[in-house]
């Protein structure tokens, strides 16, 4: 506390009260002062606690409002997550429902067309069955109209059997009378020769006496000897016993025409080793075959003078001298040659040959220096005879083997059909197997060289990336095509800026028939769908009238019957069997040429046929796999299936069950190759499922 200050010293005591009492108001105003900066500092702390507790408060409530916020974003997100799976679980019932939908879709397109079709065969057969009642109708009243004519055949018939009974009577007596006839002749031979025997016997006997009572005669020693010798002459002809002539009458014929007996004549052909070719030879060789049997060697520096220098055996030497001709080695001399190994069984060689001939034979009009010698694989003469009639070129003779096997061996063939070529000297190889070359580009793969068939694939590549509708469909020499329904002409124009299928196909092939009706079901789905999608018919019947069938069972356009547009597109996307779906698309570009594995796998959900199209389905497939168990029991396999996909050695297959083209995901039996898509194994009878 301040003490009070002392009162002053000095007289005068007012001004000091005075002075005492500012002191003392200074005092009390400095105690305020104090008092009041006290209070100040306790505010002040007071302040700095309550500050202090709203920081804790606001901290406090800045970690609530955080859990808070935490709590309610878990919960979001949980809320989130079950709404994806849910979205995901309907998203994937969703593509089962479209598959099984349009599955069931397909299934009742091919029952409708299948049942559209029993009824156009039960009216066929209903139309036939009708025209067989007017035919038996018909047939009864002329049976009825002819009854009596036939009547009468049946009496002339009669009389004729009658008249053939009579015959067959006296030729009976015939034989009796010559029997009879025969009977007296033995007979009579039988007494002639008795009485040349007792006349032998009589002569035996008078000379048996004279030797007995003459033999010390003086007689001549030649005549006794003449004598002896007569005896045993006789001796040795003499029968001591004649048997009994008989003849044996023939077994009487039912039919007097069995006398007659039909002599068929033979006539042995010589057997030739080289037959005739079908190409066009020079005057004076036109009915001849042209053909050659190469050596390896011919193909080197030492070329024999002809195609053959082993010895030749008699019936080469035969053949020599028919009318077959060898082919000198000068004649091909300075040709590039192709070697042409080939089989008459083998399906492909049989449809490759025509597409050779047709390239030898403009190679040959152009005179561009190309030989073909045909190296066959067959196994029998006959087979070979036939499958070299139909080409025009030269061939290895049918009993050279030892050559065969040298020029199999030397150019490592292992597969048919194969066109190996040679250089002009035959020292090397031009081309190991320009097959593929000639079925693509025909006759402007010559020479088969590298350079030409970089230069014809970059032209490929140019054809290829300007590809338009209007261009591809110029190469068949087409502007239109056809209605199935009613013929009419569409011109090709209305279906720029369309997904267009072209559909190689014809109705001899049974894989056509039925594809057609699968990918009718799926065209009728899509066009149902409003998609801007629409199928040529590019025909590849041998006659117009399977081109016509096939076109009364086909919903969309179709190519003009003409093989040649046909050919031309078929060469341009180089197709090799048929049925084939190429897809193009509405730029005009190629899509896929694999539009029928395409339709087979996915059906109508295939469609833009598109690589992310097929992308988003395998997904939806990888997903879908997830939910199948890992391996289970099937009805038709005895094994236990395993799931396995293209990355686990899955790949393309046929299913077992349904016999449709499967890909990638399927149950497999890896030790039998039994293989089921995962639709089958569920939805087979029998089937068991195994650990998920």
Same mark, same amino acid.
């Given at each position: $506390?301040?003490?009070?200050?002392?009162?002053?010293?000095?007289?005068?005591?007012?001004?000091?009260?005075?002075?005492?009492?500012?002191?003392?108001?200074?005092?009390?105003?400095?105690?305020?002062?104090?008092?009041?900066?006290?209070?100040?500092?306790?505010?002040? #702390?007071?302040?700095?606690?309550?500050?202090?507790?709203?920081?804790?408060?606001?901290?406090?409530?800045?970690?609530?409002?955080?859990?808070?916020?935490?709590?309610?974003?878990?919960?979001?997100?949980?809320?989130?997550?079950?709404?994806?799976?849910?979205?995901?679980? /309907?998203?994937?019932?969703?593509?089962?429902?479209?598959?099984?939908?349009?599955?069931?879709?397909?299934?009742?397109?091919?029952?409708?067309?299948?049942?559209? @079709?029993?009824?156009?065969?039960?009216?066929?057969?209903?139309?036939?069955?009708?025209?067989?009642?007017?035919?038996?109708?018909?047939?009864?009243?002329?049976?009825?109209?002819?009854?009596?004519?036939?009547?009468?055949?049946?009496?002339?018939? $009669?009389?004729?059997?009658?008249?053939?009974?009579?015959?067959?009577?006296?030729?009976?007596?015939?034989?009796?009378? @010559?029997?009879?006839?025969?009977? $007296?002749?033995?007979?009579?031979?039988?007494?002639?020769?008795?009485?040349?025997?007792?006349?032998?016997?009589?002569?035996?006997?008078?000379?048996?006496?004279?030797?007995?009572?003459?033999?010390?005669?003086?007689? /001549?020693?030649?005549?006794?000897?003449?004598?002896?010798?007569?005896?045993?002459?006789?001796?040795?002809?003499?029968?001591?016993?004649?048997?009994?002539?008989?003849?044996?009458?023939?077994?009487?014929?039912?039919?007097?025409?069995?006398?007659?007996?039909?002599?068929?004549?033979?006539?042995?052909?010589?057997?030739?080793?080289?037959?005739?070719?079908?190409?066009?030879?020079?005057?004076? @060789?036109?009915?001849?075959?042209?053909?050659?049997?190469?050596?390896?060697?011919?193909?080197?520096?030492?070329?024999?003078?002809?195609?053959? *220098?082993?010895?030749?055996?008699?019936?080469? #030497? #035969?053949?020599?001298?028919?009318?077959?001709?060898?082919?000198?080695?000068?004649?091909?001399?300075?040709?590039?040659?192709?070697?042409? %190994?080939?089989? *008459?069984?083998?399906?492909?060689?049989?449809?490759?040959?025509?597409?050779?001939?047709?390239?030898?034979?403009?190679?040959?009009?152009?005179?561009?220096?190309?030989?073909?010698?045909?190296?066959?694989?067959?196994?029998?003469?006959?087979?070979?005879?036939?499958?070299?009639?139909? $080409?025009?070129?030269?061939?290895?003779?049918?009993?050279?083997?030892?050559?065969?096997?040298?020029?199999?061996?030397?150019?490592?063939?292992?597969?048919?059909?194969?066109?190996?070529?040679?250089?002009?000297?035959?020292?090397?190889?031009?081309?190991?197997?320009?097959?593929?070359?000639?079925?693509?580009? !025909?006759?402007?793969?010559?020479?088969?060289?590298?350079?030409?068939?970089?230069?014809?694939?970059?032209?490929?590549?140019?054809?290829?990336?300007?590809?338009?509708?209007?261009?591809?469909?110029?190469?068949?020499?087409?502007?239109?095509?056809?209605?199935?329904?009613?013929?009419?002409?569409?011109?090709?124009?209305?279906?720029?800026?369309?997904?267009?299928?072209?559909? %190689?196909?014809? *109705?001899?092939?049974?894989?056509?028939?039925?594809?057609?009706?699968?990918?009718?079901?799926?065209?009728?789905?899509?066009? !149902?769908? #409003?998609?801007?999608?629409?199928?040529?018919?590019?025909?590849?019947?041998?006659?117009?009238? !399977?081109?016509?069938?096939?076109?009364?069972?086909?919903?969309?356009?179709?190519?003009?019957?003409?093989?040649?547009?046909?050919?031309?597109?078929?060469?341009? %996307?180089?197709?090799? /069997?048929?049925?084939?779906?190429?897809?193009?698309?509405?730029?005009?570009?190629?899509?896929?040429?694999?539009?029928?594995?395409?339709?087979?796998?996915?059906?109508?959900?295939?469609?833009?046929?598109?690589?992310?199209?097929?992308?988003?389905?395998?997904?939806?497939?990888?997903?879908?796999?997830?939910?199948?168990?890992?391996?289970?029991?099937?009805?038709?396999?005895?094994?236990?299936?395993?799931?396995?996909?293209?990355?686990?050695?899955?790949?393309?297959?046929?299913?077992?069950?349904?016999?449709?083209?499967?890909?990638?995901?399927?149950?497999?039996?890896?030790?039998?190759?039994?293989?089921?898509?995962?639709?089958?194994?569920? *939805?087979? /009878?029998?089937?068991?499922?195994?650990?998920?």
């Amino acid at each position: $506390m301040l003490q009070p200050p002392p009162p002053p010293p000095g007289p005068a005591r007012a001004p000091r009260r005075a002075q005492r009492d500012a002191a003392r108001e200074i005092y009390t105003l400095r105690e305020e002062l104090v008092v009041a900066q006290d209070r100040i500092h306790e505010l002040e #702390a007071e302040c700095r606690s309550t500050k202090k507790q709203l920081d804790h408060l606001a901290k406090n409530f800045a970690e609530e409002k955080a859990s808070l916020k935490s709590r309610e974003h878990d919960k979001f997100h949980h809320i989130l997550d079950a709404v994806k799976e849910e979205l995901n679980r /309907e998203r994937k019932q969703r593509q089962r429902s479209e598959m099984m939908n349009s599955k069931l879709l397909n299934d009742l397109s091919e029952m409708e067309l299948a049942a559209k @079709r029993y009824s156009q065969d039960y009216e066929k057969e209903r139309k036939a069955r009708v025209l067989m009642e007017e035919v038996c109708d018909e047939l009864a009243k002329e049976i009825t109209e002819d009854r009596a004519e036939v009547e009468a055949m049946r009496s002339e018939s $009669m009389k004729i059997r009658d008249e053939l009974e009579e015959e067959k009577k006296m030729l009976q007596m015939a034989e009796v009378w @010559r029997e009879e006839r025969v009977h $007296m002749k033995l007979v009579d031979a039988k007494l002639t020769l008795e009485n040349k025997y007792s006349q032998l016997s009589m002569l035996q006997n008078e000379l048996e006496d004279f030797l007995r009572f003459h033999p010390g005669c003086n007689m /001549e020693k030649g005549t006794v000897r003449e004598a002896e010798r007569l005896k045993e002459a006789i001796c040795s002809s003499k029968v001591n016993g004649i048997k009994e002539f008989s003849y044996k009458l023939p077994p009487p014929s039912e039919d007097i025409f069995a006398v007659f007996e039909e002599l068929k004549q033979r006539e042995d052909t010589a057997e030739k080793v080289i037959v005739q070719c079908n190409g066009n030879r020079p005057k004076g @060789r036109a009915s001849r075959a042209q053909t050659a049997s190469p050596e390896t060697d011919m193909f080197l520096e030492n070329q024999p003078s002809r195609y053959c *220098n082993q010895p030749r055996t008699r019936n080469e #030497a #035969a053949e020599d001298d028919s009318e077959w001709e060898a082919v000198q080695f000068r004649e091909i001399d300075g040709k590039i040659i192709g070697l042409y %190994f080939a089989a *008459n069984w083998y399906p492909k060689c049989e449809a490759f040959t025509p597409v050779l001939a047709a390239a030898y034979e403009q190679l040959k009009d152009r005179g561009a220096g190309f030989e073909v010698v045909l190296v066959s694989c067959d196994e029998d003469r006959p087979s070979f005879e036939r499958f070299h009639g139909t $080409m025009p070129w030269p061939a290895v003779p049918f009993g050279d083997l030892s050559c065969k096997k040298r020029l199999s061996e030397r150019f490592q063939v292992e597969g048919i059909p194969r066109l190996v070529v040679l250089a002009p000297d035959g020292g090397a190889v031009v081309h190991p197997d320009a097959a593929d070359l000639v079925h693509r580009y !025909g006759e402007r793969a010559f020479p088969f060289t590298a350079a030409r068939v970089a230069e014809l694939e970059a032209d490929d590549q140019r054809k290829y990336a300007s590809q338009t509708l209007e261009k591809l469909f110029s190469v068949s020499g087409k502007e239109y095509v056809m209605n199935s329904g009613n013929n009419e002409k569409v011109p090709v124009s209305s279906l720029v800026g369309k997904t267009v299928g072209l559909y %190689f196909s014809a *109705n001899h092939c049974a894989p056509c028939i039925k594809f057609t009706t699968k990918l009718a079901a799926i065209y009728s789905s899509l066009r !149902g769908k #409003a998609e801007d999608f629409e199928i040529v018919y590019v025909p590849m019947d041998r006659e117009e009238d !399977g081109y016509l069938r096939s076109c009364g069972d086909m919903p969309w356009l179709a190519l003009p019957y003409d093989g040649a547009p046909s050919r031309a597109l078929a060469r341009y %996307f180089d197709v090799r /069997e048929i049925p084939t779906l190429v897809v193009v698309g509405p730029d005009g570009r190629t899509v896929t040429r694999d539009g029928r594995n395409l339709v087979n796998l996915y059906f109508d959900m295939a469609f833009p046929f598109t690589d992310a199209q097929i992308r988003l389905l395998q997904e939806a497939e990888d997903e879908a796999a997830k939910e199948y168990p890992r391996s289970l029991r099937h009805r038709g396999h005895r094994h236990e299936l395993s799931i396995v996909s293209e990355k686990s050695g899955g790949g393309p297959y046929i299913c077992c069950e349904c016999e449709e083209q499967g890909l990638g995901w399927a149950y497999q039996c890896i030790a039998c190759g039994y293989e089921i898509h995962l639709r089958c194994g569920q *939805n087979a /009878e029998g089937g068991s499922a195994g650990t998920a």
